[in-house]
T-cell receptor, first 112, second 112 residues
Framework: AQSVTQPDIHITVSEGASLELRCNYSYGATPYLFWYVQSPGQGLQLLLKYFSGDTLVQGIKGFEAEFKRSQSSFNLRKPSVHWSDAAEYFCAPGGGADGLTFGKGTHLIIQP | NAGVTQTPKFRVLKTGQSMTLLCAQDMNHEYMYWYRQDPGMGLRLIHYSVGEGTTAKGEVPDGYNVSRLKKQNFLLGLESAAPSQTSVYFC???????????FGQGTRLTVV
């Protein structure tokens, strides 16, 4: 069965510091991979996606993610976080008719 | 530029009451989904549909029913609400199971 793990429930980062959010998946084949962001009280917005090709993908708001097949990982990074990045982040592999499988999320807190 | 619209945005029900949540999308997507979001649990798939007239069970279907009579609409019904169904419900749509899903703003349901 497919599954996804986001090991960090909460992460606190100082404004201006770099960020890495971890995501590991278990799939029968290489899945399509997505990262979504959810601001408080809002729906989910797509940050970036990986289908094939270049393993480093760029997204909106200065985010990027790297697909590592050998580690079954798709970690999200940002070189310098802003206070507005405080939100919930979800990793979601997909590929079947039932759509995306969501991780439990990582809550990002930005310290001034 | 509506995208995915959910109705209502908030609702309080008494135990045993019934209600229907409506999801409408204007992107001509084949696939539609209903998720519930609970603290620390991420998004869990309730039911999904791969086209007009079709529905299928997701991870947590018990206590819910769905219908997809028109391609643009996906209804989620609770026949006899229980406090365990207190949650935030999200609808999403996509062109297929491995493409980006577009989300509505959510419905916050409280069952007392």
């Amino acid at each position: 069965a497919q599954s996804v793990t986001q090991p960090d429930i909460h992460i606190t980062v100082s404004e201006g510091a770099s960020l890495e959010l971890r995501c590991n998946y278990s799939y029968g084949a290489t899945p399509y991979l997505f990262w979504y962001v959810q601001s408080p009280g809002q729906g989910l917005q797509l940050l970036l996606k990986y289908f094939s090709g270049d393993t480093l993908v760029q997204g909106i708001k200065g985010f990027e993610a790297e697909f590592k097949r050998s580690q079954s990982s798709f970690n999200l990074r940002k070189p310098s976080v802003h206070w507005s990045d405080a939100a919930e982040y979800f990793c979601a592999p997909g590929g079947g008719a039932d759509g995306l499988t969501f991780g439990k999320g990582t809550h990002l807190i930005i310290q001034p | 530029n509506a995208g995915v619209t959910q109705t209502p945005k908030f609702r309080v029900l008494k135990t045993g009451q019934s209600m229907t949540l409506l999801c409408a999308q204007d992107m001509n997507h084949e696939y539609m989904y209903w998720y519930r979001q609970d603290p620390g649990m991420g998004l869990r798939l309730i039911h999904y549909s791969v086209g007009e007239g079709t529905t299928a069970k997701g991870e947590v279907p018990d206590g819910y029913n769905v219908s997809r009579l028109k391609k643009q609409n996906f209804l989620l019904g609770l026949e006899s609400a229980a406090p365990s169904q207190t949650s935030v419900y999200f609808c999403a749509s996509s062109t297929s199971g491995n493409t980006e899903a577009f989300f509505g703003q959510g419905t916050r349901l409280t069952v007392v």
